[in-house]
């Protein structure tokens, strides 16, 4: 049972548009979320993140958006640049979780130039 | 800062033998380092969460005679692979987290582990 989903394994943007990638949660008791960046053969990289008592949280360029009723969160990358191409991952964590991280799938974000 | 590192990062072995992973924060105590493993296009799956000086816990499904991990200090956790077969090549990532950090995990490199 994924409890985080991304149903988006792959997207295309053109460099300078907004990228924007979505992230689905089951579990009602995560109350913070994270997106981590990964590129081939190397770890993820811890990119921005939101706790639920927030619904927008900006850093740069790079903008978290949460919609805890429809469990919902979404990552906007604008402008977009060729050095975003990278797999995402969203992660969530709860309070009573000892700090573990549950993973999305993934989606690949292409950036062309 | 919050710099971790993995060592090797690419490893070969013949089946039934043993292969330890190394997972150091660089800059800074962790206080709970975290074993995940990764298959091709698919996402990363916690295998097991370990405290300084503690047992670690294992996620179901997971071995822990297989995999050992030890958390011996606040820099240092490292996961031998007993006994590999073919199917455990993967790829292995160890992240690890501090006080001050929230949920945020910072990840090392990983490891690319290969049984022939």
């Known amino acids: 049972d994924q409890q985080v989903k991304q149903n988006s394994p792959s997207l295309s943007v053109q460099e300078g548009r907004i990228s924007i990638l979505n992230c689905d949660y089951t579990n009602s008791m995560f109350d913070y979320f994270l997106w981590y960046k990964k590129y081939p053969a190397e770890g993820p990289t811890f990119l921005i993140s939101?706790?639920?008592?927030?619904d927008k949280n900006e850093d740069g360029r790079f903008t978290v958006f949460l919609n805890k009723s429809a469990k919902h969160l979404s990552l906007h990358i604008v402008p977009s640049q060729p050095g975003d191409s990278a797999v995402y991952f969203c992660?969530?964590?709860?309070?009573?979780?000892?700090?573990?991280?549950?993973f999305g799938s993934g989606t690949q974000l292409t950036v062309l130039p | 800062g919050a710099v971790v590192s993995q060592h090797p990062s690419r490893v070969i072995c013949k089946s039934g033998t043993s292969v330890k992973i190394e997972c150091r924060s660089l800059d800074f105590q962790a206080t709970t380092m975290f074993w995940y493993r990764q298959f091709p296009k698919q996402s990363l799956m916690l295998m097991a969460t370990s405290n300084e000086g503690s047992k670690a816990t294992y996620e179901q499904g997971v071995e822990k005679d297989k995999f050992l991990i030890n958390h011996a200090s606040l820099t240092l956790s490292t996961l031998t692979v007993t006994s590999a077969h073919p199917e455990d090549s993967s790829f292995y990532i160890c992240?690890?987290?501090?006080?001050?950090?929230?949920?945020?995990?910072?990840f090392g490199p990983g490891t690319r582990l290969t049984v022939t």
């Open positions: 992240s690890a987290t501090t006080v001050g950090a929230h949920y945020e995990q910072y």
């Open positions: 992660a969530a964590s709860s309070s009573g979780s000892a700090r573990q991280l549950t």
């Open positions: 939101i706790s639920s008592i927030k």
